[in-house]
């Protein structure tokens, strides 16, 4: 990394503690009469639940789709992104006349709790010190995820969905809600996801803390209040993170063997081919929008999931009694979350009879398929959307459209 962009990444760490407090989204704010309660036992007083919406609620509020983000993503999945000036992270999914229409469906998307886009996360301000909490923030799970969703969704006076829809730890999420709140999920969309992480994610995983807390400007997690920004650590997680993303055929594919801007290898260490200097590049852009606490956290919230373990084992009894529509939703090269493991959710939901489909995608793209131009994705949601409109039989909205 050049000495200019260390100074950017650096100098970012202030910017995301005021992007922390006053996010350029929708916020509700939560005193300490009303806290979250987390799987941990601890209560979280004061918070805020940062937040996007898109597309008009129908009159009877039947028509919400609430939409969860991946590990690195927030709640800005169809508008700009305020920090990077970006398009948000699913315009191909989300929008008018797409698979997850904004003419027809009233869509929510929700900074999860421990993020770093205006929900309460470590870089967030801990009320009893003045301070950000850093290591101080409880550790979150999932499960904390989606109830922070469902007391926003009171507060907004939602009291069902007519679809929860996400990809990896946005479909942790789907699977959660679709087990924890059966009543109020009429359709759900888990995307290349799984119902527990393994031991091989919790590595990664674990590579990726270690790198940032390797950082000696990570100064124990009080990095905010020292001014400082463990940048190549973080930098270092992302890209070890971004290569479990990919197919070895994609790389293959984009990269080769190919040499980046040069004749010859140099017999050096500097960004020789082309996959390096990408992954580099990945690296840099990542650490000027998220916190590297906030990555911390998501990433032990993902590791602690495991479906079946919350119901003595058996997959099958989080969803008995289901009445949701599902459609589970794998890709071939997904090596990070293979089919198999979706094979094991749609195994589990059929052992009580719940209604369910499943598609796997015939794909090179590896894990980040989902965020990227695959038609027959487009298609699956697209039908499947439609028919459980249909089956429920949504009221039309102001325009006349259901």
């Not at 407090?21 to 300490?32: E, K, L, N, W």
């Not at 790389?251 to 200097?277: I, M």
């Amino acid at each position: 990394m050049s000495k200019t962009l260390q100074k950017k990444a650096a100098s970012t760490s202030q910017s995301r503690l005021s992007q922390a407090v006053t996010p350029q989204s929708d916020v509700a704010h939560f005193g300490d009469d009303n806290p979250l309660v987390l799987d941990n036992g601890e209560r979280l007083g004061s918070h805020t639940i940062a937040y996007q919406t898109y597309g008009t609620l129908n009159d009877d509020k039947s028509n919400v789709i609430l939409v969860c983000h991946a590990l690195t993503g927030d709640q800005h999945v169809a508008s700009d992104n305020p920090v990077t000036g970006k398009s948000g992270w699913w315009t191909r999914m989300v929008g008018p006349g797409k698979p997850v229409d904004t003419d027809r469906f009233y869509v929510i998307c929700v900074n999860v709790i421990g993020g770093c886009m205006g929900t309460t996360g470590p870089a967030s301000q801990n009320p009893e010190t003045g301070k950000p909490y850093g290591l101080e923030f409880p550790v979150i799970t999932i499960g904390d995820m989606v109830r922070a969703q469902a007391q926003l969704l009171d507060h907004l006076g939602i009291a069902s969905l007519f679809c929860v829809i996400g990809g990896s730890m946005g479909g942790m999420q789907v699977l959660e809600w679709a087990a924890r709140y059966k009543e109020r999920v009429f359709a759900a969309i888990p995307i290349a996801c799984s119902a527990r992480h393994t031991s091989q994610n919790i590595a990664f995983h674990e590579v990726g803390r270690q790198a940032v807390m390797a950082d000696p400007d990570w100064c124990g997690g009080r990095y905010l209040e020292k001014g400082k920004n463990p940048h190549k650590g973080l930098a270092v997680a992302r890209m070890a993170g971004h290569i479990t993303y990919l197919s070895d055929e994609a790389l293959q594919q984009k990269f080769g063997r190919n040499l980046q801007n040069r004749d010859a290898v140099t017999f050096g260490f500097d960004a020789d081919f082309q996959v390096e200097s990408y992954l580099r590049h990945q690296g840099m852009t990542f650490v000027e929008r998220f916190d590297a606490n906030s990555y911390l956290y998501m990433t032990r919230a993902m590791d602690y999931f495991d479906m079946a373990a919350d119901h003595n084992g058996s997959l099958a009894e989080a969803f008995r009694d289901t009445e949701t529509r599902f459609c589970v939703v794998s890709f071939t090269s997904d090596w990070l979350f293979p089919t198999e493991e979706s094979r094991d959710i749609v195994q589990a939901l059929n052992a009580v009879a719940a209604n369910v489909s499943f598609v796997e995608i015939v794909s090179d793209k590896g894990h980040d398929a989902f965020l990227l131009d695959e038609p027959e994705l487009n298609e699956t949601i697209s039908g499947f959307l439609g028919a459980a409109a249909l089956k429920r039989g949504l009221v039309a909205n102001r325009d006349g459209q259901a």
